[in-house]
C-alpha cells in the first residue's frame, strides 16, 4: 500500500544548482504535506509544509509545489549548498504520517 | 529551540525481554506518536496518543505494544515479549494541536532497538 512515492531514490547537484525532489500521493484524503531531511542515526528534521488548500510554500531556500490534481508535490532548494546532502523524506496525512521512502541528495561542491 | 528527546539512543536486548523506550516530547505539545524504521525500508506509523488514550494505531501495534504517559514529561513504548523482526529505529514525535491540515511532527532522534 505506496500511498506516498518518491520515485527517484537518489539525485545529485552540483554546489548553487537548484535541487527538485519529487513525491506522489494517492490518497486524495491527504489535507497536509511535510517534507523532512534526515542524516544516518538521527530522526528526521521537520523542513517545510503544505496545506492542501494551497499550492505553493516558501521559506528561505526551500519552496514546496503541490499539485492536487495531479497528486503530487515537489520540492525546489536554491540554491543547493553541500550541507542540503542528506535523505528527503515526504509525508502526508493527518496524525498518522505516511512517508515516502526517501531520496538521497548528494551536492556536490 | 524546543526539542524532543529519546533516551536511551541504543538498546540491545534479548528476544523474550522487555523494552521501555523513553521519550520527552516539547513541552506545550498535547499529542504524542511513535514511529520506527526498520533497516533499508520506510518509516511506519505507530500509534498517536492524546489526552491519555491512544487515538489511531498501526497494523504492527498489537498488543506486545503498549504507550504510556507516566507523567507529565515522559512518553513511553513498551514492547513487552521482543522479537527479532522489533529491531528498528523508533522515533518518537510531537505536535502541538493535533489540527487537520496545518500541524506539523516534530520528532527526536530515534532510539536503535536491537533484538539479539
Known amino acids: 500500500d505506496q500511498q506516498v512515492k518518491q520515485n527517484s531514490p537518489s539525485l545529485s547537484v552540483q554546489e548553487g544548482r537548484i535541487s527538485i525532489l519529487n513525491c506522489d500521493y494517492t490518497n486524495s484524503m491527504f489535507d497536509y504535506f511535510l517534507w523532512y531531511k534526515k542524516y544516518p542515526a538521527e530522526g528526521p528534521t521537520f523542513l517545510i509544509s503544505i496545506s492542501s488548500i494551497k499550492d505553493k510554500n516558501e521559506d528561505g531556500r526551500f519552496t514546496v509545489f503541490l499539485n492536487k490534481s495531479a497528486k503530487h508535490l515537489s520540492l525546489h532548494i536554491v540554491p543547493s549548498q553541500p550541507g542540503d546532502s542528506a535523505v528527503y523524506f515526504c509525508a502526508g496525512g493527518f496524525q498518522k504520517l505516511v512517508f515516502g521512502t526517501g531520496t538521497r541528495l548528494l551536492v556536490s561542491p | 529551540e524546543p526539542e524532543v528527546t529519546q533516551t536511551p539512543s541504543h538498546q540491545v536486548t534479548q528476544m523474550g525481554q522487555e523494552v521501555i523506550l523513553r521519550c520527552v516530547p516539547i513541552?506545550?505539545?498535547?499529542?504524542f506518536y511513535w514511529y520506527r524504521q526498520i533497516l533499508g525500508q520506510k518509516v511506519e506509523f505507530l500509534v498517536s496518543?492524546?489526552?491519555?488514550?491512544?487515538?489511531?494505531k498501526s497494523e504492527i501495534f498489537d498488543d506486545q505494544f503498549s504507550v504510556e504517559r507516566p507523567d507529565g514529561s515522559n512518553f513511553t513504548l513498551k514492547i513487552r515479549s521482543t522479537k527479532l523482526e522489533d529491531s528498528a529505529m523508533y522515533f518518537c514525535?510531537?505536535?502541538?494541536?493535533?489540527?487537520?491540515?496545518?500541524?506539523?511532527?516534530?520528532f527526536g532522534p530515534g532510539t536503535r532497538l536491537t533484538v539479539l
Open positions: 514525535a510531537s505536535s502541538e494541536l493535533g489540527r487537520a491540515g496545518t500541524d506539523t511532527q516534530y
Open positions: 496518543f492524546y489526552n491519555n488514550e491512544i487515538s489511531e
Open positions: 513541552s506545550n505539545h498535547l499529542y
